[in-house]
Nanobody, 122 residues
Framework: QVQLVESGGGLAQAGGSLRLSCAAS????????MGWYRQAPGKQRELVAT???????NYADSVKGRFTISRDNAKNTVYLQMNSLKPEDTAVYYC????????????????WGQGTQVTVSS
């Protein structure tokens, strides 16, 4: 099986920075896209940023220029560097891994992390 283990997050002041990490465990054969989504109270889960195995990135307009997604393919780990944080960035951030092939798992699957809280105070 594959699990996504997130770390980072916590409390930051507006204008500050935080860094999230997410490592995929398991015997992974291939992993196409990794990314971060977030869900604020009372709102739907939304895309923050994604990165493919060849480094193509996609960002939500609300985080462009402030957040940077990166990835270490050898470690099956994705990072999200969050700078110039705003109170509206407050949410639970979820790691996502899509089109994952792993030993012991049939076909390609999608996985989610358990979520990590990011709180930005004004």
């Amino acid at each position: 099986q594959v699990q996504l283990v997130e770390s980072g997050g916590g409390l930051a002041q507006a204008g500050g920075s935080l860094r999230l990490s997410c490592a995929a465990s398991g015997i992974i054969v291939s992993l196409n896209t990794m990314g971060w989504y977030r869900q604020a109270p009372g709102k739907q889960r939304e895309l923050v940023a994604t990165i493919t195995n060849i480094g193509s990135t996609n960002y939500a307009d609300s985080v462009k220029g402030r957040f940077t997604i990166s990835r270490d393919n050898a470690k099956n780990t994705v990072y999200l560097q969050m700078n110039s944080l705003k109170p509206e960035d407050t949410a639970v951030y979820y790691c996502n891994a899509n089109r994952v092939r792993a030993i012991g798992v049939v076909g390609e699957r999608e996985y989610w992390g358990q979520g990590t809280q990011v709180t930005v105070s004004s």
